[in-house]
């Protein structure tokens, strides 16, 4: 055994899990954001996010969950309680290296009802496991999985508007930014208007990449109308256009809609998407990591999207700069080609990294090549930006 991979597993072996600390803070709000299922950020304002720091003998690693109750059931509360009283304690003991024995035991003290079971509290800790794993090693999450097929990826700027107006602005504010590809969220106006904004998203940026979700919006008749109204625009994927749990309906749209049906909120674990194939519900399986529960189940959902020969598109859930580079990571192993929805910079401060962050020039975004995630973390920061969320 070559010495360098013998005091690899020597570092490893012994190390344990010692602590799980969970913090909220509160972190600044650049813009407001909406989908079809509420607001999520406001304009100047801020946000709460849930940051969880896993130690292990002179090791850390750090991960962040988005409470959006506007998209998923899960609260900053649910998210700190069940991190701090359940899943934190059924792992403190526990080899680090052993993901998958700790997605097990994370299963023994929040189980599967209809979705995973508390995906954004397990993504958290899955995340910080990941990056003090990477740390404890000295390796990136792409060395550590011995999968990177690319070193780049490129961004999607998100229009969220209500008239043809409020997208042409939102195109111009993306392209000042050297962003080319953009995602339009729909579902939560006349089909006659978001028709009208999408057309609008099209002819500012004629050679973009541009997509549409839809937030489990639309009825059947209603995404089928504005699928046909679009055959002619050249949109990409129609992203979760029906409710999550109806792939019956989806299977119907699909069969009938000329733009390609993407699922995101339908595919909470690698099951799902063996479910939704079964019914023919879907061409494009957008992949999530906190939704999924972290990173280790949106590999094998990946691996299993690649292996069925579906497209994969990547997607975000306005994560702050721990989130980012973990979802950089996932889609850069997966060589993903086409534009990503990683849009958290457009509308959140990630106030407590130390540094610069990811890089992200002209609308791309470098993989993080660093121990770990690659994302620096200022414990002051975190400190001063926590507060007692049930105060």
Not at 140 to 167: K, T, Y
Not at 171 to 191: C, I, L
Not at 320 to 345: I, K, P, Y
């Amino acid at each position: 055994m070559p010495e360098h991979a013998a005091s690899s597993i020597d570092r490893l072996s012994g190390l344990l899990i010692e602590r799980v600390d969970v913090f909220a803070v509160r972190l600044p709000t650049k813009a407001a954001f909406a989908i079809a299922g509420g607001t999520v950020t406001s304009a100047d304002s801020t946000t709460t996010r849930i940051l969880v720091r896993v130690e292990a003998g002179d090791h850390a690693g750090w991960g962040e969950a988005t409470p959006t109750p506007a998209w998923t059931y899960e609260t900053a509360e649910s998210i700190f309680t069940t991190i701090d009283r359940y899943l934190g304690p059924a792992i403190v003991g526990h080899p680090v290296w052993d993901l998958d024995g700790v997605a097990r035991r994370f299963d023994t003290v929040i189980n599967r009802g209809i979705s995973i079971g508390a995906p954004l509290a397990k993504s958290a800790v899955d995340l910080a496991l990941h990056d003090l794993v990477g740390r404890a090693l000295g390796v990136s999450v792409g060395e550590l999985w011995g999968q990177r097929r690319r070193d780049d990826i490129e961004l999607g700027w998100i229009v969220s508007g209500d008239s043809p107006e409020a997208a042409i602005a939102a195109v111009a504010e993306g392209r000042d930014r050297g962003y080319r590809h953009f995602k339009v969220k729909v579902g939560m106006h006349r089909v006659a208007d978001e028709l009208a904004m999408v057309r609008a998203v099209r002819d500012q940026a004629p050679d973009g990449q541009l997509w549409i979700d839809g937030n489990q919006g639309f009825t059947l008749d209603g995404a089928l109308s504005l699928a046909r109204s679009l055959a002619d625009v050249g949109v990409v994927a129609f992203e979760q256009p029906l409710p999550a749990n109806d792939l019956a309906g989806l299977g119907r749209l699909r069969a009938a809609s000329p733009v390609p049906i993407a699922l995101d909120e339908s595919l909470r674990h690698p099951s799902d998407l063996v479910a939704a194939l079964r019914l023919d519900a879907l061409d494009i399986a957008i992949a999530k990591v906190q939704r999924s529960g972290g990173l280790l189940l949106s590999r094998r959902l990946c691996q299993y999207a690649e292996d069925a020969g579906l497209g994969i598109m990547g997607s975000g859930l306005t994560d702050t700069e721990l989130g980012f580079a973990a979802s950089l990571h996932l889609f850069a192993a997966f060589g993903l080609d086409t534009a990503v929805d990683l849009n958290g910079r457009q509308f959140v401060e990630s106030s407590y990294v130390a540094g610069d962050g990811v890089r992200v020039e002209q609308g791309v975004a470098t993989v993080p090549d660093a121990p770990g995630l690659g994302v620096d973390v200022d414990e002051t920061a975190v400190a001063e930006l926590s507060f007692d969320l049930f105060a």
